[in-house]
């Protein structure tokens, strides 16, 4: 029977109570342990005034306290709202605004007359947990249909919008992890991502719906602390690593990920690069390499084997058991889908969000009844596999040809000396639109136009050869490793 996240957390604390549910470089808590905690924390919160249903506003950290803060949360009927942890003040109270948050957990000094709300320092959490222990209930959890997190997009495609998801969507999510990456008892993922972004936050739910071990990571800048993590004799290694950290990987230890036994890689967020994915499957023949899609709004919908599965470039897999994938036409019509007959991919299934916080609007433009709309560009084969070609809002029009620059920019990111590079378009008086790419080379090397645009032309068709070239120091990315595509936008 399915429950709410919190609840499978005291399920381990009773069965396995001495299994490592957390880890970091500098600490670890046990099942039992964090459970304990958990009580007392969510003791603390009711004791300062959290009530059932309220919203709470938190930076998250890759820290044992803020997981025993989110569950806490949870535990109290409260709603988390996680924001990145470099946030500024203004920026926190503004997002308050937005979910009318009424509890705001701080790190300093609030200022109470800017936003009226419950201000809980966050102080001493685990602390406050020892000290509230006494006065914990026995655990009264959530309903599967109560609101659990607000998550907010990166902003990739428009404003920043907060995503209202259910505890029933967090356990569907978890299950279609654990169900597609092949999750075991003693699987232990490192994540180094941000907790406050999808991706990563699903991580740390999947792994105590699971009663696995989770390592958390504080980014990919320290390789020494995620090469000693693949170390760790703690169950059996596996990873979640974005795109751009595959990629800075590669770039500054080359081929030294070969050396490990990783049970699985799952990469999110964005498209890896088919060169990427070779490169991988070369180093780590007997290792599950996953790409995992989905979006804020519908969660892990496909994942697909790469190592195991070859020669599908674009593909993203068959969906999961908690999601049905939907072709539609601009009218959100459904559609025999091919190759030559793409559409936008939909989604059914309890992985879905209930909609974007106090605005009626925007989720009408995209959740109708229970079908989450995308603009995602794709087909479905007879096989039942799932693929994507791009964003419809990124699809270049050069000269009434539709080109995706994900597909430009996999094909340079295999030329020799290539470290990151993105795809944009210019005005052009004759096509109406034409191809710049901007190129970051590695270290000491400069970008030979010619050699590019030759190998361009051996790989692609001939329109979708960039006719503009452009070596840059580094091209905007969003905190999260996606390509900034709205940095490079003409201004208005």
């Known amino acids: 029977m399915r429950k709410p996240v919190v609840a499978y957390v005291f399920d381990h604390a009773a069965r396995t109570p001495d299994k490592w549910a957390v880890l970091t470089p500098s600490d670890r808590i046990t099942y039992a342990q964090l459970a304990a905690e958990v009580r007392g924390y969510s003791a603390f919160l009711r004791a300062s005034g959290v009530k059932k249903g309220d919203v709470v506003v938190v930076r998250a950290a890759q820290t044992i306290e803020y997981a025993v803060i ?83 997009t990166t902003g990739t495609t428009g404003a920043s919008k907060g995503v209202e998801l259910s505890h029933n969507a967090l356990t569907a999510t978890a299950e279609n992890l654990i169900f597609g990456c092949g999750y075991r008892p003693d699987t232990m993922i490192i994540v180094p991502g941000p907790l406050n972004h999808a991706n990563a936050i699903r991580k740390l739910f999947t792994t105590f719906v699971n009663g696995s071990t989770i390592y958390l990571l504080n980014g990919m800048t320290n390789l020494k602390a995620f090469f000693a993590a693949l170390e760790t004799p703690e169950g059996t290694v596996a990873c979640c690593l974005p795109p751009a950290a595959i990629r800075t990987i590669f770039a500054l230890t080359h081929d030294r990920i070969a050396r490990y036994r990783i049970d699985f890689i799952e990469s999110a967020t964005s498209p890896l690069p088919e060169t990427d994915k070779q490169r991988l499957c070369e180093l780590l023949p007997d290792t599950r390499l996953y790409n995992n899609y989905g979006s804020s709004e519908a969660a892990s919908v496909c994942i697909y084997d790469y190592n195991h599965t070859p020669g599908k470039a674009g593909c993203v897999g068959r969906p999961m058991p908690n999601a049905r994938i939907l072709i539609v036409d601009d009218d959100h019509r459904v559609i025999d889908s091919s190759p030559d007959r793409m559409g936008l991919i939909a989604c059914q299934g309890d992985v879905n969000m209930k909609g974007y916080v106090n605005d009626p609007a925007q989720t009408a433009e995209v959740l109708q009844n229970g079908v989450v709309y995308t603009s995602d560009v794709g087909f479905i084969d007879s096989e039942g596999y799932v693929y994507v070609s791009g964003r419809k809002g990124d699809v270049i029009n050069v000269g009434g040809l539709k080109v995706a620059p994900t597909e430009v920019e996999s094909a340079v990111l295999g030329f020799e000396g290539v470290a990151d590079c993105i795809c944009i378009p210019v005005k052009d008086p004759i096509s109406g639109q034409a191809l710049q790419l901007l190129v970051v080379m590695e270290d000491g090397r400069t970008l030979d136009e010619k050699a590019l645009r030759a190998y361009l032309s051996r790989t692609l068709e001939i329109h979708k050869v960039p006719r503009f070239y452009r070596q840059v120091d580094h091209v905007e990315r969003t905190y999260n490793g996606k390509l900034n595509r709205k940095a490079y936008l003409p201004s208005t």
Do not use: C, K, W
């Not at 470099?86 to 701080?106: F, H, K, N, P, W």
């Not at 009264?140 to 659990?148: K, M, Q, T, W």
């Open 70 to 152: 989110y569950l806490a949360i949870h535990l109290s009927g409260g709603v988390v709202t996680s924001l990145e942890h470099t946030i500024s003040d203004e920026a926190m109270l503004q997002i308050a605004r937005q979910v009318s948050a009424g509890v705001i957990l701080y790190d300093h000094a609030p200022r109470p007359n800017e936003y009226p709300a419950l201000y809980i320092p966050r102080a001493d959490v685990r602390l406050r947990a020892a000290q509230y222990a006494a006065q914990a209930e026995a655990p009264a959890f959530p309903g599967l249909a109560d609101s659990a997190d607000i998550l907010f």
